[in-house]
T-cell receptor
Framework: EAQVTQNPRYLITVTGKKLTVTCSQN?????MSWYRQDPGLGLRQIYY???????DKGDVPEGYKVSRKEKRNFPLILESPSPNQTSLYFC???????????????FGPGTRLTVL | AQTVTQSQPEMSVQEAETVTLSCTYD???????LFWYKQPPSRQMILVIR??????QNATENRFSVNFQKAAKSFSLKISDSQLGDTAMYFC????????????FGTGTSLTVIP
């Protein structure tokens, strides 16, 4: 089954404690992306990656890091989480960034992060 | 910077009726894509419809169609024969193609279909 998986689904942590949210896709997609969703703000793109070892900043990259060492994985790293990073996080992937009319962006189930 | 505006935070429609969700965007790009996504209570994001900016013909997907007005930078979603399963949050999104495929989402419209 084609899917994007995220782990963990729920996480409560404390300020300053480094954490990683994993994202993995099994569709051999080149394009992967991270978003955060906040009430009243919609989804905002954090980082995206067009392919292995290629990453770019989205709209709100501050406080986040990503890496793309393998095609299937795109972890989101919070080196020193702060309460303003409490949010719902989505990972997404698509074949080539939706430039092809047959392409579509698959979203993971979301990770609810709370930073105390 | 690109911005996407959805001016209707909440809407409701009677089952089987038609409803239109509005979306405007601001960009200096000439080549881009527009999307409508649906987010039901499960929080999953589901692609509803897409529109390439270079295409003048409005996209349609079964009961879903768009009214794309490039000059006005408007991209509304029409849902015909509304069904209870259409109850969800709907997000309009813009993707620019220069310097990578960066995405911008609107703040969403919460649609409730009333039986």
């Amino acid at each position: 089954e084609a899917q994007v998986t995220q782990n963990p689904r729920y996480l409560i942590t404390v300020t300053g404690k480094k954490l990683t949210v994993t994202c993995s896709q099994n569709m051999n997609h080149e394009y992967m992306s991270w978003y955060r969703q906040d009430p009243g703000l919609g989804l905002r793109q954090i980082y995206y990656s067009m392919n292995v070892e290629v990453t770019d900043k989205g709209d709100v990259p501050e406080g986040y890091k990503v890496s793309r060492k393998e095609k299937r994985n795109f972890p989101l790293i919070l080196e020193s989480p702060s309460p303003n990073q409490t949010s719902l996080y989505f990972c997404a992937s698509s074949f080539r960034g939706l430039a092809a009319s047959t392409d579509t962006q698959y979203f993971g189930p979301g990770t609810r992060l709370t930073v105390l | 910077a690109q911005t996407v505006t959805q001016s209707q935070p909440e809407m409701s429609v009677q089952e089987a009726e038609t409803v239109t969700l509005s979306c405007t965007y601001d960009t200096s790009e000439s080549n881009y894509y527009l999307f409508w996504y649906k987010q039901p209570p499960s929080r999953q994001m589901i692609l509803v419809i897409r529109q390439e900016a270079y295409k003048q013909q409005n996209a349609t997907e079964n009961r879903f169609s768009v009214n794309f007005q490039k000059a006005a930078k408007s991209f509304s979603l029409k849902i015909s024969d509304s069904q209870l399963g259409d109850t969800a949050m709907y997000f309009c999104a813009f993707m620019k193609l220069t310097t990578g495929n960066q995405f911008y989402f609107g703040t969403g419209t919460s649609l409730t279909v009333i039986p």
